[in-house]
């Protein structure tokens, strides 16, 4: 019998994790997500290190995410209107996606095509 403790709330998933692509053109750079999205979002954080005019924050490929999205999402939105540049967001999302900015209530914060 396993007596080791278990994390409640680790994802028991065996997706592939997420994957992120950025590609650039003139002052807008498009950063592109696919996949699931848990818990890491390191090679989201990364790309959006890097400024541009504009970002656009592609989720039409993205099947399914967690809080930890809506958060570095947020985090980016706040830094890009402080510098006064753009974060935009782009879909068509996915059903669990859409619900996720649904529930929080943030998806009216912002901006998407």
Known sequence: M????RRPHAPESTEE???VTRTQRGGTATIT???HLEWDTSGLVEQLREPAPVTIVDLSGL???DSSLLSTLLH???EVRRE???LVLRG??????RRLFEL???????TFT
């Not at 929080?104 to 912002?110: C, D, M």
């Open 2 to 5: 396993d007596n080791s403790p």
């Open 17 to 19: 994790p997420a994957i």
């Open 33 to 35: 997500l696919a996949g």
């Open 63 to 65: 099947v399914w995410a």
């Open 76 to 78: 980016a939105q706040r």
């Open 84 to 86: 006064g540049r753009r």
């Open 92 to 97: 068509p999302l996915q059903p669990v996606v």
């Open 104 to 110: 929080t209530g943030t998806i009216s914060y912002f």
